[in-house]
């Protein structure tokens, strides 16, 4: 059986489409600063085109880089951390959680309306069905949590502290400065849906600069480009 391709009832071109995609995701630039990027390469498009592209693909191209890293990513059940953050979606406060393994890789996000033990045991099972258990996980002083740990028989597995869970809060940077960019969110639909998207946009271009050599680092950039370039392809 022949697999179609994705694009096949789009004019324009699979690297335009991912390219637009790739900056609205991965840069905190609006629907608009994406249009004259393009056009000052050649590309005239509307932003509500590049609005269109990103719901379209956005998450076909997230869901296969989470794929392939879930595939290969063993040691992200050694240590978890958890947090979470406040988010407004039409002045009302949601709470956007999110798992994220020692080496700073965003494992899951999840949103919804309070605040409690049956928001963390739903977020916990929908971590642990896709990533497993992990042996150690780090969280803040949050009751609801130590509820759904002990719930799920991993209560033994909880580490808390004043400075141990920075490696979560400094997670949320990336997402606080996308937020700013698109002036919020109106929906908890679109809220999660933006999340899902952009953490794994973010785990795959993230190459920790700090951490490695210049020849390294171009490297490694020139490959998650390139993975980049490839995928949803036929």
Known sequence: MIKR??????????EIIRLAVMLYVRFPLSLRNVEDLLHERGVDVSHETVRFWWHRFGPMFAAEIKKRRIEVMKS???????DEVFVKINGERHHLWRAVDHEGEVLESFVTKTRDKTAALKFLKKAMRKHG?????????????????????????QETGRWANNRAENSHL?????????????????LQKFAAVHASV???????????????????????????RGLCVA
């Not at 391709?5 to 699979?14: E, V």
């Not at 992200?76 to 951390?81: G, I, K, L, Q, V």
């Not at 990336?174 to 919020?184: H, K, Q, S, T």
């Open 133 to 157: 258990r992990p042996e150690v996980i780090v969280t803040d002083r949050l009751r609801s949590y130590g509820a759904a740990l002990k719930q799920i028989g991993a209560a033994d597995r």
């Open 202 to 228: 973010y785990n795959h271009f993230n190459q920790e600069r700090s951490l490695s050599t210049r020849p390294n680092f171009k490297l490694n950039r020139a490959a998650a480009l390139a993975e980049w």
């Open 76 to 82: 992200s059940r050694w240590r978890w951390h958890l």
């Open 5 to 14: 391709s994705l694009f096949r009832y789009f004019k324009t071109s699979p």
């Open 174 to 190: 990336p997402f606080r400065r996308r937020e700013r960019a698109m002036l919020r969110f109106r929906r908890m639909r679109s």
